[in-house]
T-cell receptor, first 115, second 120 residues
Framework: DGGITQSPKYLFRKEGQNVTLSCEQN?????MYWYRQDPGQGLRLIYY???????QKGDIAEGYSVSREKKESFPLTVTSAQKNPTAFYLC??????????????FGDGTRLSIL | AQTVTQSQPEMSVQEAETVTLSCTYD???????LFWYKQPPSRQMILVIR??????QNATENRFSVNFQKAAKSFSLKISDSQLGDTAMYFC?????????????????FGQGTILTVHP
């Protein structure tokens, strides 16, 4: 079945460490997104990519980095510069670039905690 | 910048009854899309319903319907015949329509969410 796979489900980070969250989709979608969700709050956009080899900062990009070398993959790296990384991270994809009425499909998320 | 406000942090309803969740938004755009997403305890985000701003007719999906008031910038979700499986956090979200030269298209802006509990 087509869908979005995020891994790992749970991740722990030590102080000063970079960690990478994986997001893979087999929906043949052009656009992919990373969101952060803090307890009891809505989702905030970290980075998004409308096409391979291109990505844009979202509202809270500081301390994060991404790459989009393949259409199906959009990994997110949480760097040591992100001082408060504990959150639930959701990856999404959409079949239409630049907006449109195609809804975003979400993965099951990765919960990141600090050791 | 667009903002989305959900003024009800928590709501509860008895099984089989009807509940309405509120959402207001602020934008200077004329063409956009609105969505309601459901996030059950499993944390997966599930699309419930969507509305194109250029359509006057309110969207309906089985037991879910919206009341879209464009002038008032209001987009409420009505759940009829509530079921225990409807218990979840509900998010209202806004997306700009494609706009040449713009930078915000394709981005979803979410409200803070409303926790809905359906009681047996």
């Amino acid at each position: 079945d087509g869908g979005i796979t995020q891994s790992p489900k749970y991740l722990f980070r030590k102080e000063g460490q970079n960690v990478t969250l994986s997001c893979e989709q087999n929906l043949n979608h052009d656009a992919m997104y990373w969101y952060r969700q803090d307890p009891g709050q809505g989702l905030r956009l970290i980075y998004y990519s409308q096409i391979v080899n291109d990505f844009q900062k979202g509202d809270i990009a500081e301390g994060y980095s991404v790459s989009r070398e393949k259409k199906e993959s959009f990994p997110l790296t949480v760097t040591s510069a992100q001082k408060n990384p504990t959150a639930f991270y959701l990856c999404a994809s959409s079949g239409e670039r630049w907006g449109g009425n195609q809804p975003q499909h979400f993965g099951d998320g990765t919960r990141l905690s600090i050791l | 910048a667009q903002t989305v406000t959900q003024s009800q942090p928590e709501m509860s309803v008895q099984e089989a009854e009807t509940v309405t969740l509120s959402c207001t938004y602020d934008t200077s755009e004329n063409n956009y899309y609105l969505f309601w997403y459901k996030q059950p305890p499993s944390r997966q985000m599930i699309l419930v319903i969507r509305q194109e701003a250029y359509k006057q007719q309110n969207a309906t999906e089985n037991r879910f319907s919206v009341n879209f008031q464009k002038a008032a910038k209001s987009f409420s979700l009505k759940i009829s015949d509530s079921q225990l499986g409807d218990t979840a956090m509900y998010f209202c979200a806004f997306m700009n329509q494609r706009n040449a030269g713009g930078t915000s298209y394709g981005k979803l802006t979410f409200g803070q969410g409303t926790i809905l509990t359906v009681h047996p």
